[in-house]
């Protein structure tokens, strides 16, 4: 059981948006503003497309983007495109004693 | 170019021992605190370790407490993982992984390809 609850799997066609939801406590993602998510193909290195909660590493496109509201935060994906059928993580700071907790993942199908 | 490749893995029985390998390139080693982060087979990714510059100080998630142990060598640039007293649920790609930033935190900006540990009799 992960610390923070993603849905198993969302799905969307080609230019249409998704959410993927992040839910945690107050004790990480309501905690702290140092949200990140990861986009990981499988048998590839996971990659950091958000970090801060919504800031965005260089080169990772502006459909990607993210916001968090209490104790939850979310990923969305806008103009869904084939290659961004991936697993999302989600990845919150929970302390110095935890350090970080991660998400069960979500599995993106783009139909 | 940032490269992080892990080797080491391989099947082990349960009590066993295994060590991993992160040799690091394309950056400051030195300057950045690193991690081990583990994804078991069918689960979500699961922070297991992590180390401080100089490797003075260490934090591990409490289900590999008094059995793992993380270090690095700076003049290698190279990290490792002792895995001791393995048990099957230990069993998962190892990750070695890069933070964001040198100081505070923000997320992993780099990850490795993984090494596969499987712990089976």
């Known amino acids: 059981q992960s610390a923070l609850t993603q849905p198993r799997s969302v799905s969307g066609s080609p230019g249409q948006s998704v959410t993927i939801s992040c839910t945690g406590t107050?004790?990480?993602?309501?905690?702290?503003?140092?949200v990140s998510w990861y986009q990981h193909h499988p048998g590839k290195a996971p990659k950091l497309i958000i970090y801060?909660?919504?800031k965005r590493p260089s080169g990772v496109p502006d459909r990607f983007s993210g916001s968090k509201s209490g104790n939850t935060a979310s990923l969305t994906i806008s103009g869904l495109q084939a290659e961004d059928e991936a697993d999302y993580y989600c990845?919150?700071?929970?302390?110095?004693?935890?350090?970080?907790?991660f998400g069960g993942g979500t599995e993106l199908t783009v139909l | 170019e940032v490269q992080l490749v892990e080797s080491g893995g391989g099947l082990v029985q349960p009590g066993g021992s295994l060590s991993l390998s992160c040799a690091a390139s394309g950056f400051t080693f030195t300057g950045y605190w690193m991690s081990w982060v583990r994804q078991a087979p069918g689960k979500g990714l699961e922070w297991v370790a992590n180390?401080?510059?100089?490797?003075?100080?260490?934090y591990y998630v409490d289900s590999v407490k008094g059995r793992f142990t993380i270090s690095r060598d700076n003049a290698e640039n190279s990290l490792y993982l002792q895995m001791n007293s393995l048990r099957v649920e230990d069993t998962a790609v190892y990750y070695c992984?890069?933070?964001?930033?040198?100081?505070?935190?923000?997320?992993?900006?780099?990850w490795g390809l993984g090494t596969v540990v499987t712990v089976s009799s």
């Open positions: 990845c919150s700071y929970a302390g110095s004693y935890t350090f970080v907790v």
């Open positions: 180390i401080n510059h100089g490797g003075s100080e260490k």
């Open positions: 107050s004790s990480n993602v309501g905690g702290y503003n140092y």
């Open positions: 801060d909660v919504n």
């Open positions: 992984a890069r933070p964001l930033y040198t100081s505070g935190w923000a997320g992993f900006e780099y």
